[in-house]
């Protein structure tokens, strides 16, 4: 039996968000088969740019994006 990792992920948060971000879990994805990812943030920001991304079609199964429109402050 294989174990599951489940990684939530703020796709806004960081040095060069939300690209570098995103271009970090392509990679992931790539190389861990029991890895999926839960991307927090603007999703009209994230999707393009996951969609840009050859290995995001491959993974996008081990992929959910959660946003939330407005700021909680």
Do not use: W
């Amino acid at each position: 039996m294989t174990d599951t990792l489940i990684l939530s992920i703020d796709a806004m948060g960081g040095d060069n968000a939300p690209e570098s971000v995103i271009e970090g879990v392509a990679l992931s994805a790539e190389q861990h088969d029991d890895v999926f990812f839960f991307l927090f943030g603007d999703e009209e920001k994230i999707a393009p740019l996951a969609e840009s991304c050859l290995s995001f079609f491959r993974y996008q199964h081990k992929l959910t994006f959660r946003h939330h429109p407005k700021p909680f402050f």
